[in-house]
């Protein structure tokens, strides 16, 4: 019999989004939930994303008298995410969508600030069953003194490296403060509340760091455990099911009881460069492109893989086209594709994609043009017009680094010929695509890849170009070239797992006591990215999900056993 230390009802693995909703809910069910993360410091890569969260017809939304409805939203899901198989199925999509307004307003009723990011489209919104003003909500600016000693133990977020209180839907409006009057008066909103945050002595979080502060700090009222530097090793199966872990602590072993279940949440395999050698297929991707957080490593994924689980989607990540910019200063050239005066083209010098739609969108066709024509890297073209108008540091329109330039990784000619020399692509063809770019993008078509067509592209472009916000020529020498890689922020492909958050064996059977959510499964999104917060949507709902089921009627506790006092 094993010896264990100690019994809790759920083992949640991970402390990002699905970990942490995952307890709360545990918790708010009458159980007991004990979080074990890894890491020094709590949230994964949700406290360091944009703490976005894509919840179709959430009652936020709703709040702002923005409709929506189930329906749609399901339509959405087939009409954009179509056929992936299991991760995908008509019961998990019903799942997310009956769940996800429920999780919310969970959130709420703790606690927990959102606001809806109105103006941020779904990234298909003109697809059936989009929406242009956006279902994405995220985490108000919140008081990280809150935490007290545990906020040197949060994952440093987004906008901590920007030195501002910004909320991720206010970003887009920061680097466009110079090219409108709305642009700036956010920007001017965003820079008044940082200044008065700092007088107060406020710790603001905003974005994921907001979002897991908010619900670290309510699962510490609670008591609920959470033990950082606390690795999963193992999980215990007992008769086929999975009845704990063997974690480390302090950095002693240490045998975990889970009366009611395990919850891997503990994202994907992102910097595994093993793993993504092993499944990438058609998409092979150099672990080190990815932003990511450390943590993302796999372990977790494979103790489940061990135990016959069933996996999808191993090949897909949350692809992120990256200029390759380097130490060279945090410029803004990753928002460039989406401006006026900008393509993305191969090594042949030709456009592939609509170079406006999402990062997903535009890395997976990268890959599939590299299968006929060098795309990984691509190259980001610009004119000198582009450079004048746009900041790409903290301010400053139009200077770049001198080091960006010096350093090789920004080129810069007169002649597009000379461009095309310098960056290894041919000539004729970059002169040719960009003759018939221009010629339409003046008139604000793009008849080739249909940019800017949607709410979404024009959300992203410049508020304030005519004749179109994403389209411009490029005509005003010098040029200039950037290469651009396929990164991502996660893997988004794993564990097979039902409408519960069930983890599946190869005869599509639940393996017994195990949950997975998030980066650790194949996500219920499938090779699409539907609106900004989709990955965090699909790790939440099916965290809370997770939690629901163990902890409720439909789970099953193990039997009980002598444990030591
Ligand atoms: C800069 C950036 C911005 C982003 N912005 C957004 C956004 O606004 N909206 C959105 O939807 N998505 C965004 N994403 C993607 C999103 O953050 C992630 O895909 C999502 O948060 C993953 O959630 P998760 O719960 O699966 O994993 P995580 O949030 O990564 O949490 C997993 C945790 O598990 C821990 N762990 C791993 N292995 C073990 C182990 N063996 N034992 C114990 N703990 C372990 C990890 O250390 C980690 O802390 C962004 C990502 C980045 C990097």
Same mark, same amino acid.
Request: aromatic share 6%; glycine share 16%.
């Given at each position: 019999m094993t010896e264990w230390d100690t019994t809790v009802d759920f083992v949640i693995v991970g402390s990002g989004g699905g970990g942490m909703v995952a307890a709360l809910a545990a918790n708010a069910a009458g159980a007991s939930a004990l979080v074990l993360e890894k890491q020094e410091r709590v949230g994964g890569s949700t406290a360091m994303s944009g703490g976005v969260v894509w919840v179709p017809d959430n009652p936020v939304m709703r709040a702002d008298g923005v409709p929506d409805s189930y329906d749609d939203a399901m339509a959405h899901f087939e009409a954009v995410?179509?056929?992936?198989?299991?991760?995908?199925s008509f019961e998990r999509r019903h799942a997310f969508l009956t769940a996800g307004p429920e999780m919310v307003s969970f959130l709420q009723d703790l606690g927990v600030g959102f606001v809806h990011c109105l103006g941020y489209s779904d990234y298909y919104s003109n697809a059936t069953g989009g929406v242009d003003e956006g279902r994405a909500i995220e985490p108000v600016p919140w008081d990280g003194r809150v935490l007290g000693a545990w906020l040197e133990k949060l994952q440093p977020g987004l906008a901590q490296s920007l030195g501002l209180a910004v909320m991720t839907n206010e970003a887009r409006s920061l680097s466009h403060y110079n090219r409108s009057i709305g642009a700036f008066a956010v920007s001017a909103r965003v820079a008044i509340r940082t200044f008065a945050a700092r007088a107060r002595r406020q710790a603001l979080l905003t974005n994921g760091a907001s979002l897991i502060g908010q619900m670290l700090a309510l699962a510490l009222a609670r008591g609920i455990p959470v033990w950082t530097e606390a690795p999963l090793e193992d999980l215990i199966v007992e008769n086929g099911r999975v009845v704990g872990v063997r974690a480390v602590r302090d950095g002693a072993p240490v045998l975990i009881r889970a009366r009611r279940g395990v919850l891997l949440a503990a994202g994907g395999f992102a910097h595994n460069t093993e793993m993504r050698g092993e499944y990438g297929g058609d998409q092979p991707n150099r672990a080190k492109w990815s932003i990511a957080n450390a943590g993302d490593t796999g372990e977790a994924l494979q103790t489940a893989m061990r135990l016959g689980a069933q996996t999808a989607l191993m090949d897909e990540a949350w692809w992120l086209p990256a200029p390759r910019t380097g130490k060279f200063g945090q410029s803004t050239l990753d928002q460039a594709r989406q401006r006026p005066r900008t393509i993305y083209v191969d090594a042949a010098g030709h456009r592939f994609v609509n170079e406006s739609n999402s990062y997903m969108e535009v890395g997976k066709a990268m890959y599939a043009r590299d299968q006929t024509?060098?795309?990984?890297p691509c190259w980001l073209i610009f004119d000198d017009r582009y450079r004048k108008r746009?900041?790409?540091?903290?301010?400053?329109? #139009?200077?770049?680094?001198r080091k960006l330039l010096e350093s090789g990784r920004l080129k810069q000619a007169w002649t597009l010929d000379d461009l095309a020399r310098m960056c290894g692509i041919d000539g004729a063809g970059l002169v040719e695509t960009v003759e018939r770019f221009n010629v339409n993008a003046v008139q604000g078509i793009d008849p080739d890849y249909g940019r800017g067509d949607s709410a979404y592209n024009r959300a992203l472009g410049d508020p304030n170009h005519k004749v179109h916000p994403c389209l411009g020529p490029i005509d005003e020498p010098p040029y200039y070239a950037v290469e651009v890689v396929p990164g991502?922020? #996660?893997?988004?492909?794993g564990l097979v797992t039902d409408e519960h958050a069930r983890v599946l064996d190869q005869r599509d059977e639940p393996i017994g006591g195990l949950y997975a959510t998030g980066n650790n499964t194949a996500t219920v999104m499938g090779r699409h990215y539907l609106g900004p917060g989709a990955s965090i949507a699909n790790t939440m709902v099916f965290g809370y999900l997770a939690a629901l089921h163990a902890t409720g009627p439909e789970g099953t506790e193990i039997e009980s056993q002598h444990e030591p006092g």
């Open positions: 995410v179509g056929d992936v198989g299991p991760a995908s024509s060098r795309a990984v746009y900041a790409h540091l903290r301010s400053s329109p #139009g200077r770049f680094p991502d922020i #996660g893997t988004c492909g």
